[in-house]
């Protein structure tokens, strides 16, 4: 317990006695970082001469001094206002009221409603993103620098389409999930036809597996019935899905349509053999560019596997009981 404060008055010695240790290793890089430019920093040393901050420092103890030496004359001050009209109660009754307004604002929206909290946290992202857009002429929309599409891709995504509306429509749980699947392999097929075959497989394996665990998992659940929304609701979920969907697809467009930032892309091709040693780029990002990324990605899967193999045997142990 003692190692942690020991370290640091350790630290706090060492640099007050040495403060030039940091100054090329530490304190020039955080200057820089602050400033956003490369920034020299001062050679450290105990006597700077009478300078601005040295004045100042003098002039507070000198008052401090002066303040404490005769506080028994000013002192009758505090006496002026009566106990309920002290700073500490005044404090306190701040306190007080701020904690109460916070749980009534808290207990507004924190109601245990699923479809509440969606509504804020899009509805949140919606307004806030529009204003930041609009106000920085953000919404740049230009169709003049498009690929050429080709019937298989525009059938694809008609299909794709059709899937995610007929999705929200359907009544039937199974066909919802088989439905949902159809989108996600029609990804798969976007991905083949962009030349991305790694991705292709990876998108055709998650969705299998994904369709699969959610007609198990529906399989098991308790059989739900079909909610009565309000009108209302319904009006608000529909604009709110709505607006988030045009949002996001403008903001894609514009994203398309600006180039506020040079493309990096040229540099990953141009360096990928040279640095990784690979011919594959996306294999040469994945595992030399960001190659810790991938590492703590295959760490959580790490992870996951290993609470559901505790959940499993947790669930033998029990039965064996």
Do not use: C
Not at 91 to 105: N, Q
Not at 114 to 124: A, P, V
Not at 126 to 140: K, N, Q, R, Y
Not at 226 to 249: C, M, Q, W, Y
Request: glycine share 6%; hydrophobic share 55%.
């Amino acid at each position: 317990m003692l190692l942690s404060p020991i370290i640091m008055v350790a630290g706090v010695v060492l640099i007050g006695l040495f403060p030039n240790l940091v100054n090329g290793s530490f304190l020039h890089h955080v200057q820089t970082a602050v400033a956003n430019f490369p920034v020299e920093v001062e050679h450290v040393k105990f006597w700077h001469g009478f300078n601005t901050p040295f004045k100042l420092t003098l002039v507070i103890v000198i008052v401090g001094t002066f303040l404490v030496l005769t506080r028994k004359k000013w002192q009758k001050v505090y006496t002026i206002l009566p106990g309920k009209l002290s700073f500490n109660k005044a404090y306190d009754a701040i306190i007080s009221k701020v904690d109460t307004l916070s749980m009534r604002v808290t207990n507004t929206y924190m109601t245990g409603s699923l479809r509440l909290y969606m509504l804020l946290i899009i509805g949140s992202i919606l307004i806030v993103t529009t204003a930041f857009m609009i106000l920085t002429d953000g919404f740049v929309i230009k169709f003049d620098n498009l690929a050429d599409v080709s019937i298989l891709e525009i059938v694809v995504a008609v299909v794709m389409v059709i899937a995610a509306v007929w999705t929200v429509f359907t009544n039937h749980k199974v066909a919802a999930i088989l439905i949902t699947g159809v989108v996600g392999y029609g990804v798969a097929i976007l991905f083949v036809i962009y030349r991305a075959p790694d991705l292709a497989l990876t998108q055709l394996v998650i969705e299998t597996v994904s369709v699969a665990l959610f007609l198990l998992a529906f399989y098991h659940l308790p059989k739900l019935k079909k909610r009565d929304e309000p009108v209302g609701h319904r009006v608000i979920n529909a604009v709110i899905s709505t607006g988030f969907g045009i949002l996001v697809a403008m903001v894609g467009i514009s994203a398309h349509s600006t180039n506020g930032f040079s493309s990096i892309s040229d540099y990953f091709i141009e360096t990928s053999h040279k640095l990784g040693g690979g011919d594959n780029v996306v294999n040469v990002i994945l595992v030399d560019m960001r190659g810790l990324d991938t590492l703590f990605e295959i760490a959580v899967l790490g992870i996951a596997a290993l609470a559901i193999v505790s959940l499993i045997k947790l669930r033998n142990d029990k039965e064996a009981e």
